[in-house]
């Protein structure tokens, strides 16, 4: 592989005698890997059911790589968001995030949602996430896959760090900044990242992770957590960015982010310029050593810093009037309304997480859990409700085999013929919801995504 030559030589000098195990890594097949979806389904009973051979990733639970002939992202299983397919060194973060159901957990640079959607399962549903992207696009990728993954109580932002931290002071439990970084860990898998990399960019890139940095420490609550995580290899990005974080915040220490076989320490030796104190604790994951692409993550505790103040909390309503027809799409649809704060956005309805602040003025992309559409005289039911649905949850259902043409027809976008209940049916793929379809005359009406349909391709 080509890699860039003022890389190999910063690399073989920080290295030395581990540098050509380090460079024959490159000529290695990368690692893939899938992390199930714990809110849908347990890790072992997919395991068991996807018909794809998965070996155990030693270090998170929930996930296992895949040979390079699979092709998970092509089975409705990934349609039903049963899986993510995420790189395997990426999984070690959330699992060292460790948030718990019920807690305040920020994802500053979340896009496209790997974390995101590692963190939401490991919160349960409960609690508030909430997970930003400031690119536009990439914004819209997040918030698809916090739709397909379930997440029932994530808020998904379109927003400048500064900018959520002038709103959200002392506010968060856990947060996460996954930093936009040189992508040196990624130049097996990504081509672009190797043709944009130079010294300049390794510096430009460490003055943006620690504005970033600073943005998330005023957003922290005293006691916090702050997990700083990076796909590359620079010291200046890593044990350097952190040193200059808390030459500027005293009030933050770094604490151990655990022991696992094959991670590496963080280097203080390495550091341009003073280093800060416990680098040893932060983890530096290299292809040389385990299965999986580069990564380095850090732990930070807040000592002090700001308590939050008293705020506004979101605008949200419960008058019978306005949800008259969503009640009436539960009293036939779900055996139980989901209730709690709603929202409008437009025709958008919404729940929002409960203790969401008030959103005025900020880019939201997904305020909370989508409900579904208020239109004239009617509710129409939103795909994010379906996939976030039990079979159990709902009074209708039609389940098919995930191998089944049916199943086939249904995510090509055909209409399908079957006998039951006039109205809204849940659409299972082997028990496991996949979309909406509504049900008059021996026809169900197909209500899968225009934009997610399958075409000739698959
Ligand atoms: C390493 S990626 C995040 C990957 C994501 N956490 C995941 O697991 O799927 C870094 C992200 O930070 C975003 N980003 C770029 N500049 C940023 C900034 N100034 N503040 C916050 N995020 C930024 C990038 O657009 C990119 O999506």
């Not at 139980?336 to 025709?347: C, I, Q, R, S, V």
Request: proline letters at 6%; a neutral charge; charged letters at 25%.
């Amino acid at each position: 592989m080509n890699l860039p030559k003022e890389f190999e030589s910063k690399m073989s000098k920080l290295l030395g005698e581990d540098y050509e195990a380090f460079a024959r890594s490159y000529e290695e097949e990368r690692a893939q890997g899938l992390r199930v979806n714990t809110l849908k389904v347990a890790a072992e009973r997919l395991r068991d059911n996807l018909a794809i051979e998965l070996s155990a990733i030693p270090w998170v639970r929930e996930g296992f790589y895949y040979g390079k002939e699979a092709r998970p992202g092509k089975h409705p299983y990934h349609e039903a968001g049963l899986y993510y397919i995420q790189e395997p060194s990426a999984m070690a973060v959330g699992e060292i995030v460790d948030p718990q159901p019920g807690e305040a957990v920020l994802d500053l640079c979340a896009a496209p949602g790997g974390k995101t959607t590692h963190l939401a399962a490991r919160m349960r549903g409960a609690g508030l996430l909430v997970a930003n992207e400031p690119h536009p696009a990439r914004a819209k990728i997040l918030s698809q896959n916090v739709e397909r993954i379930g997440i029932r109580n994530a808020v998904v932002m379109n927003e400048m760090p500064g900018r959520l931290a002038e709103r959200f002071p002392g506010f968060f439990d856990r947060i996460l900044v996954d930093a936009p970084c040189s992508g040196e860990g990624m130049f097996r898998k990504d081509p672009d990242a190797r043709s944009e990399w130079s010294p300049d960019h390794v510096t430009l890139c460490a003055d943006r992770q620690l504005d970033i940095l600073l943005s998330a420490a005023a957003m922290l609550k005293p006691g916090g957590r702050l997990v700083y995580s990076t796909c590359t290899f620079s010291p200046e990005e890593n044990e350097g960015a952190i040193s200059r974080f808390i030459r500027q915040r005293s009030e933050f220490e770094i604490a151990a982010a655990g022991a696992y076989a094959g991670f590496d320490r963080g280097r203080a030796d390495w550091v341009p310029g003073p280093a800060a104190d416990g680098l040893e604790e932060t983890l530096r994951l290299w292809p040389h050593r385990i299965h999986g692409e580069g990564h380095y993550i850090a732990v930070l505790r807040s000592n002090g810093g700001q308590e939050a103040p008293r705020r506004k909390y979101a605008k949200t309503f419960s008058d019978t009037k306005t949800l008259k027809d969503y009640l009436a799409f539960c009293g036939e649809t779900l055996r139980a309304a989901p209730t709690g704060d709603f929202t409008l956005f437009g025709e958008q309805l919404y729940l929002l997480p409960p203790g969401m602040p008030a959103m005025e003025q900020l880019k939201v992309v997904r305020p909370g859990w989508h409900l579904g559409t208020l239109k004239k005289n009617r509710f129409e039911p939103s795909h994010a409700l379906a996939l976030s649905l039990k079979e159990n949850e709902v009074n209708q259902s039609l389940n098919l085999a995930s191998d089944s043409s049916e199943l086939t027809a249904y995510l090509r976008g055909e209409a399908l013929q079957t006998e039951g209940t006039k109205g809204w049916h849940l659409v299972l793929a082997d028990g496991y919801s996949i979309g909406w379809g509504k049900l008059a005359d021996g026809i169900l009406k197909n209500h899968f995504p225009k934009g997610l349909r399958w075409m000739g391709h698959f």
